[in-house]
């Protein structure tokens, strides 16, 4: 996914392959079962070219990490515990992050200032 971000552009199982060589012993049928599983899992698209695909992304990089949290903190018996303890982890920049994403959602969100949260 990485490449497939940093391209951004639709790319082949071969580019991705050349590009990987470049650190490391790695089989052509391992980046395309990858490929394969990222798109069966909704992560990449695809279109025939040839006898074989390009692949792009269907979110950006901010998305997926999104859905990766929201998953994970879904998962948990005890969200609050969850988060309380995931925050805790973060470094000082990474709660002024927070803070400020805290801000944009609730200056689109009219319901966020009377705590009702839109609902």
Known sequence: MT????????????EVLEDLRRDRTIAYTTVMT????LHQKGWLRREAEGRAYRYEA??????????LMNEAWSASDNPAAALVAFFGMMSPEQREALRDAMRVVQSTDPGASDGSNGR
Do not use: G, L
């Open 3 to 14: 490449r497939v971000w940093e391209w951004n552009r639709p790319v082949t199982v071969r």
């Open 34 to 37: 990858v490929m394969d599983n």
């Open 58 to 67: 269907v979110s950006t990089r901010a998305a997926y990490s999104a859905a």
